[in-house]
């Protein structure tokens, strides 16, 4: 049995894609029990067994999205950003949830690496007749996520809503070369770093200087706020 199969064995690691599992073990030295650590430690907060099962409250369960107050949220994300096509959200999570509180018209679409949680998203929508969708993909595959971009309609904003730690933790100043590959293809970048524990217990001081000068250099900064232990940054596309 491969590497790669004997950490997907495990039920909570079974929907990720093999590029995934085999990017926690090489950076564990092909330590089964490490690279199952590793992937705890980013995607821990989606494999509990009530979210992966989609029972009960999905948003009340999840850590980051709970302390989001989504009507107040893309209220003041929204009040930035006007005849918004496409929302493409990374790293989606269980956000597909909040879609209600989306502008009227919205598209949406997320991309989400955990395939339980994918398919409850696009249940979801397919129950409600909502022509979105939920598409299971390792963010790391740069190509794919600018071709999904590619074809959704236009203005686009792209949502990175906590996922940029996750990336450097698992490649140094991937998430610099990766934003600059998606804003080619998209008008906004909604983007946001938690400011404390999940569990609300601890605060960060880390400030992240050095993605902040990376979007002040390349992008327009429209608006900057914190609310609820999350800093969330809205960036206009210079170039477009």
């Given at each position: 049995m491969s590497l790669v199969k004997e950490v997907s064995r495990k039920k909570e690691f079974s929907g990720l894609p093999d590029s995934i599992v085999k990017r926690a073990l090489d950076l564990s030295g092909g330590d089964v029990k490490a690279a199952r650590a590793l992937l705890r430690k980013y995607f821990g907060v989606f494999l509990t067994n009530r979210v992966l099962k989609g029972s009960g409250d999905l948003l009340g369960m999840h850590m980051s999205s709970k302390k989001r107050d989504y009507e107040k949220f893309y209220g003041e994300v929204f009040s930035e950003i006007e005849n918004v096509g496409t929302v493409i959200d990374l790293g989606c999570g269980v956000n597909w949830l909040s879609y209600e509180w989306l502008p009227e018209g919205v598209s949406y679409i997320g991309i989400e690496a955990v395939g339980q949680l994918v398919k409850l998203g696009n249940d979801y929508f397919k129950e409600?007749?909502?022509?979105?969708?939920?598409?299971?993909?390792?963010?790391f595959d740069v190509g794919g996520v600018v071709g999904l971009l590619k074809e959704a309609k236009r203005p686009r904003v792209v949502f990175m809503l906590q996922v940029v730690d996750a990336m450097e933790g698992l490649e140094r100043d991937f998430s610099k070369r990766f934003i600059l590959e998606v804003a080619k293809e998209?008008?906004?970048?909604?983007?946001?770093?938690?400011?404390?524990?999940?569990?609300?217990?601890?605060?960060?001081?880390?400030q992240r200087k050095w993605m902040m000068d990376f979007l002040v250099k390349n992008f327009l900064t429209k608006k900057t706020l914190v609310s609820r232990g999350e800093k969330i940054i809205?960036?206009?596309n210079k170039k477009i």
């Open positions: 409600r007749g909502l022509d979105n969708k939920i598409v299971w993909m390792d963010l998209c008008d906004w970048i909604v983007l946001s770093f938690s400011m404390e524990s999940l569990g609300g217990r601890k605060k960060f001081v880390a809205i960036l206009k």
